[in-house]
């Protein structure tokens, strides 16, 4: 073996490889590749080579707002955590403007005095991550949600790879003035965004509002202005104006493939009528040339010498006034022919118009269930009601909500949820009667409006109701799974609007939650 010392680089590698193995053994470490690698570039003196860092995937800029909160308030304390916790509940509700004035406060927190309480940790450790997570939200995060604003998203990311160079009390004064005023600028866009989004939704209820004024009551349009009025009423949820969208658009394709029909049988309607004019018009000409033959043979008759000669005169007007007859019962058949066409025409035109009808209808339901949404209940309520109040008869509503719905979302997922909810329609549609309505209030809740039922009938089918719903199991890949409904019931008192009587049943189905759920309870 070589007497040079082992650290040297010209030893000899079969004697470095042998010497590798030696301290293995002797610093009982298993010999594994990377173990091996490592004694051996000890042995020949070769560096460590650095870490590889991975560099992740763009996590998109809330993922990286996000990040940064949460490093905010787990890893600092103090007044740093208390930012976090802002951070925190600014992108949890999605306010971006509370999340920019938060960093223009963080940016200017160097220049107090008595500095920051940090968290234990090496010296500048914290201060290095910190300032990273800050570079990369204002480059990463803020300039992308300023992509309709390039200066403003310019200026961010400029402000991002300042701070990442930043390590002075100077750099940093600087940054938090240029900072304040960028959370400044984006104030402004956003008062100037809202302000403009305001007005486009006052020109477009104006504009639905005279367009609603212009329809009739049962046109069929009215359906899709009643779904899209109903929506920018509110607040705008994305989803609701997706599922709208979704519904209308099929609507609009089925009445436009209607209206052609419609077009159609009317084209032939008027295409009888101009025929059916066509043929009076040829009876009218028959019937003038018959009467000036007529007009010929009586001066032939005045004339006549003898008998045989008017009896050929005579033999001529008959057979011209079978003519006449045959060409007048023709026209009649045609006549009656076309009027039975018309009637049809006519029937075919009201059936296309009631299929109109019933789909603009259909923006009434809800998309996964199939029951009616709000509006639609809006609808059956202001019916039965009046309906109520003119007969005399009782009205009473069931509000129910699935049992324990989060947990079968959270065990077997969202689309089992969704499943569930339409295997309960159709228990509901298949045990009711077909008067009953059912309609979807929000999420896994339900009301079941029952006309001329007394609360006591109410009751007996609501319980009828879960009886057959433990009966029907639900299945999700092949696993039975049992769901129930707690209920409230509520008998409508003379005059009780909607809201009121909603609101009682609603009370008593959370009775029936908090008493041991899948029971029925009546509102006081």
Request: glycine share 4%; proline share 4%.
């Amino acid at each position: 073996m070589s007497s040079k010392p082992p650290g040297q680089a010209d030893q000899n590698p079969a004697e470095i490889a042998r010497e590798a193995f030696r301290r293995l053994a002797v610093r009982r470490i298993a010999p594994t590749p990377d173990a091996y690698r490592d004694i051996y570039n000890e042995i020949a003196g070769i560096p460590a080579p650095p870490p590889v860092v991975a560099v992740p995937a763009d996590p998109g800029p809330e993922n990286v707002l996000n990040r940064f909160a949460a490093r905010m308030s787990e890893q600092a304390s103090g007044e740093l955590a208390d930012f976090g916790r802002h951070f925190n509940r600014a992108v949890k509700t999605r306010d971006w403007d509370a999340y920019a004035t938060a960093l223009s406060q963080l940016a200017e927190l160097p220049m107090k005095k008595g500095g920051i309480e940090l968290a234990p940790m090496a010296d500048g450790e914290q201060t290095r991550l910190l300032r990273d997570l800050l570079s990369r939200t204002l480059t990463l995060a803020v300039a992308s949600l300023l992509s309709g604003a390039p200066v403003m998203a310019a200026e961010a990311e400029a402000l991002g790879a300042a701070t990442k160079e930043a390590h002075t009390e100077a750099d940093l004064s600087e940054i938090a003035v240029r900072l304040k005023q960028l959370c400044y600028q984006i104030e402004l866009k956003h008062g100037d965004t809202a302000e403009q989004q305001e007005l486009l939704l006052r020109l477009f209820r104006l504009l639905l509002e005279n367009v609603s004024e212009l329809l009739d009551d049962d046109s069929w349009l009215r359906g899709q202005v009643d779904t899209v009025q109903a929506l920018i009423a509110g607040p705008l949820d994305p989803r609701a104006l997706e599922a709208a969208t979704r519904s209308l658009k099929d609507v609009i394709y089925k009445q436009s493939q209607l209206k052609h029909s419609v077009a159609d049988v009317k084209a032939t309607v008027k295409n009888m009528v101009m025929t059916f004019i066509d043929r009076l018009g040829q009876v009218a000409a028959s019937t003038g040339d018959f009467h000036q033959k007529i007009g010929a043979y009586s001066e032939k008759i005045s004339h006549a010498n003898d008998i045989t000669e008017l009896n050929s005169i005579l033999d001529e007007v008959l057979h011209e006034t079978r003519v006449v007859q045959n060409e007048a019962l023709q026209a009649r058949d045609n006549m009656v022919s076309a009027r039975q066409e018309v009637q049809d025409a006519e029937e075919r035109i009201k059936a296309l118009e009631t299929q109109l009808q019933h789909m603009s209808e259909l923006v009434r339901e809800d998309s996964l269930t199939g029951s009616l949404n709000r509006r639609g209940l809006d609808d059956v309520f202001e019916r039965e009601t009046a309906r109520a109040d003119r007969r005399g008869t009782p009205l009473c509503i069931a509000v129910l909500d699935l049992d324990d719905f989060k947990k079968l979302n959270d065990t077997y997922g969202h689309i089992a949820g969704d499943s569930a909810l339409k295997h309960l329609v159709k228990v509901v549609k298949e045990t009711l009667r077909s008067m009953d309505v059912i309609a979807r209030f929000g999420g896994e809740e339900f009301l079941i409006m029952l006309p001329e039922t007394t609360v006591d009938a109410a009751v007996a089918t609501m319980t009828r109701l879960q009886r057959d719903l433990t009966r029907h199991f639900f299945m999700h890949e092949n696993e039975k799974l049992l769901i129930t409904f707690s209920a409230g019931v509520a008998l409508r008192r003379q005059g009780e609007d909607q809201a009121a009587l909603v609101r009682r049943a609603d009370a008593a189905m959370y009775t029936a939650k908090k008493t041991g759920k899948n029971r029925v309870v009546v509102a006081e």
